[in-house]
């Protein structure tokens, strides 16, 4: 099974709408059968994949392909031995989460996710207390 992780930043001017990239994802990662997170501030994209190499390979080569992203870096690309995300997570803070309770909610997330993956996760969500 493979499974990437990229970070990229929403295009200057580009109309990002979150629900509508949540519902997207959530049916064609379904069809897909592709699981993993996606942590999103509305500017900054973080995303981890996990799936078979071609289903995977089709949904990056989309996002390469989207002119709301820009910078698509991806940090890692490996075989894994079985998913680390069971079913697909978008993680989303919400108007009613404070900043605390989005980061409890994304442990959760991340109890089963590699050190490596966990790692990155847990630097973004750092350098957002941070800011």
Known sequence: MRQI????????????????????SQRNNRRDGVTGLLWTDGHRFLQVLEGND?????????????????????????????????????????ASDSADAFDVKMDGFLATASPTVRGTFEGLIAARRAA
């Open 5 to 24: 992780l990229y970070i990229s930043t929403a295009s200057p001017g580009a109309a990002i709408d979150v629900a509508g990239i949540l519902a997207v």
């Open 54 to 94: 071609a289903a995977v390979q089709r949904v990056l080569d989309r996002l390469l392909s989207d002119p709301r992203h820009r910078g698509i870096a991806v940090l890692h690309d490996r075989t894994v031995a079985e998913r680390e995300f069971g079913a697909w997570e978008m993680a989303r803070r919400s």
